[in-house]
């Protein structure tokens, strides 16, 4: 089966910046679609952002545009979400998702593997 593993969540104060990075094993994954959702205690699980497999173009959600960037590696298959400018509305689990065929960047049902998620906690 693949694997994705989630890293680089921690506490952070409002303002601050982190960095999580995504890796992959099983497959090699420079040729698919990769995304980044996030889920609060008690909301559902939503997009924050992703980035496509053959021109590397990136999209975000409203709530995260001009804050987050997504970049990719493909000789080291990861994918990485740098934040910056945290909010507390950002306190979540970001979870990293492989993307195998063609489909809405913005919907979780066209994601095919997911990792477990890392913990993200921004405090006031």
């Known amino acids: 089966q693949v694997a994705l593993v989630e890293s680089g969540g921690g506490l952070v104060q409002a303002g601050g910046s982190l960095r999580l990075s995504c890796g992959a094993s099983g497959r090699t994954f420079s040729r698919y679609s990769m995304g980044w959702f996030r889920q609060a205690p008690g909301k559902e699980r939503e997009f924050v952002g992703a980035?496509?497999?053959?021109?590397?173009?990136?999209y975000y959600a409203d709530s995260v545009k001009g804050r987050f960037t997504i970049s990719r590696d493909n000789a080291k298959n990861t994918v990485d979400l740098q934040m910056n400018s945290l909010k507390p509305d950002d306190t979540a689990v970001y979870y990293c998702?492989?993307?195998?065929?063609?489909?809405?960047?913005?919907?979780?049902?066209?994601?095919?593997?997911w990792g477990q998620g890392t913990q993200v906690t921004v405090s006031s």
């Open positions: 980035v496509s497999w053959n021109a590397g173009s990136t």
């Open positions: 998702a492989v993307q195998l065929y063609r489909g809405s960047y913005f919907e979780i049902s066209t994601y095919d593997y």
